[in-house]
């Protein structure tokens, strides 16, 4: 067996699974898979996987239910691997927990990209200090504990949430491109979707500026993205 990386296809489509599997073994990852949502589980909290490939469309439990259940288990990135193309069940699926979200069908070599981009970002974060806290004015962030805070107040975040959040506080200071920030938070397939960032920093303004309207942090860059403001 192959001593890369540990992934694991969450597929009940036998062929399917088999050219998942032989694509990635191919690559040196070692491949392990689950045919139902509750032996994903299993999977997930017995093997520690380093990705985990979704297919929505499971017999025992839809997928979209699925990601957070998985999310509780590890930081892991997910990958989404479904037929369904409707934009809502993609942000259904990344707002839960999901990194990344693939419509079939698609090339291998398009999955095994996505799947390079998602292993090398847990291994920068890894190696990024992840148990530190990093402060700005009010605001602060305890990556070991994945809290959020403004003074001493904590503050709730969705996994999305979160990541964007976590994204602006390790580069505070410095302006982020839309595109910079979509595909840290969402993934290289949703560069070009800037409603996505336009919502989400709208809710974060609401959750940590005092004055939404007029924000103290979360800047604007007009035309080009955003910046965490530090002084």
Known sequence: MADGP??????DDRKMI???????????????????????????RTRNPDLILLDLGLPDVDGLNLVPQIRANTTAPIVIVSAREQEADKVKALDAGANDYLTKPFGTGELLARIRVWLRQTQRATSDSLDSNLEVGVLRIDFSR???FVGEREVRLTPTQYKLFGTL???AGKVLTHEQILFTVWGPAYTKET????????QLRQK???D???????????????RLRTS
């Open 6 to 11: 540990t992934i694991l296809i969450v597929e």
């Open 18 to 44: 088999r050219v998942f599997a032989t694509s990635l073994e191919t690559e040196g990852y070692r491949v392990f898979n689950a045919d139902t949502g509750q032996r994903a589980l299993e999977e997930v």
């Open 146 to 148: 994945r809290l959020a």
């Open 169 to 171: 506080m390790r580069n």
């Open 195 to 202: 409603q996505y960032l336009r919502v989400y920093m709208g």
């Open 208 to 210: 940590f500026e005092e």
């Open 212 to 226: 939404p309207a007029r924000p103290r942090y979360l800047i604007t860059e007009p035309g080009v993205g955003y």
